[in-house]
């Protein structure tokens, strides 16, 4: 059974088909690349697997169960966080204190205990601290637990951004644009870093990126998508020599 199922996706704006029948089915442990030009419904086929938009028709289904029409924090419950292509942090709070806020819909007390300080909603906060360290400490950031989010380099905000995701307990991970904005190296530290959280937490990847060195170097598989539909799908290399797809978006000299 595929950890994830996506079964002729449409969505609709006004007369505009963002996406039109989008397919996709991923093993659990997978890295798979979704790319294309602007505009082609990359960012809305993550909004529709993880809630933020129901689909128009077609379903998804996630280790067996359909999650179409569940809302985002129910999707997240259930094991697939992301990020954002336009980084979203609480950029006057700590670096801790954003990953302690993404632990919010996976607490386990109620607002009494909260409120009266019980034993189970400080032995929950101690587990959250404790938690958010490690996450930070394997994303290299623990050093800057105490800094306020904003005043990190564009590059450890993302991956502050990938902490935040973790803490949701994913099975699957989906990455929007991870590299934007950064330099050469950057990207290769990056490449290495997803492999390593794959590893550390046992995660599907499923990420869009624009930039080819990251796709190439990281992705198993790609799926290409342009004007809302699939247009290719296959093996890097396949990929990159498919003439529909040079044609669409990477252009012989982005691929070199
Ligand atoms: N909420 C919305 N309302 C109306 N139109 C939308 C909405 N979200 C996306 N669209 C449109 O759907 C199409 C696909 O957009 P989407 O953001 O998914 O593309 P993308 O492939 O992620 O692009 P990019 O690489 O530039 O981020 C675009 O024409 C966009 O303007």
């Known amino acids: 059974m595929p950890l994830l199922k996506v079964d002729q996706l449409e969505i609709s704006f006004g007369g505009l088909k ?8 991923m093993e659990t442990g997978e890295i798979v690349g979704l790319i294309g030009p602007n505009g082609a419904g990359k960012t809305t086929v993550f909004n529709l697997i993880t809630g933020y938009f129901p689909p128009t ?21 259930l ?3 992301r990020t954002f292509q336009n980084i979203r942090l609480f950029s006057q709070n700590t670096v801790l ?29 101690a587990r959250i601290l404790s938690e958010s360290q490690e996450i930070l400490d394997t994303l290299g950031l623990l050093h800057r637990a105490g800094d306020r989010a904003g005043s990190l380099p564009y590059g450890a905000q993302r991956r502050l951004e990938i902490a935040r995701a973790l803490a ?16 050469p190296s950057e990207v ?13 937490f046992d995660l599907t990847v499923l990420v869009i990126e624009h930039q080819m060195g990251l796709v190439m ?3 198993e598989r790609l799926v290409v998508m342009d004007f809302g539909v699939t247009i290719a799908e296959g093996l890097p290399h396949e990929v990159r020599e498919n003439p529909k797809v040079l ?5 012989r000299g982005a691929v070199a």
């Open 217 to 219: 170097n990281l992705c």
């Open 79 to 81: 094991g697939i966080a």
């Open 188 to 200: 290769r530290e990056l490449v290495k870093l997803v492999r390593f959280i794959k590893e550390r």
């Open 18 to 25: 963002a996406v039109s029948n989008f397919n996709l089915e």
């Open 57 to 77: 028709t077609g379903s998804i289904t996630f280790e067996g169960t359909v999650i179409t029409g569940k809302k985002p924090y129910q999707i997240c419950q």
């Open 97 to 125: 204190d954003n990953v302690r806020a993404a632990f919010q819909p996976h607490s386990r007390y109620w607002l009494i205990d909260a409120f009266l300080r019980t034993p189970r909603f400080l032995a929950e906060e």
């Open 168 to 183: 949701c307990k994913p099975k699957l991970l989906l990455l929007d644009e991870p590299a934007a904005g950064m330099n």
């Open 247 to 251: 044609s669409a978006y990477l252009g």
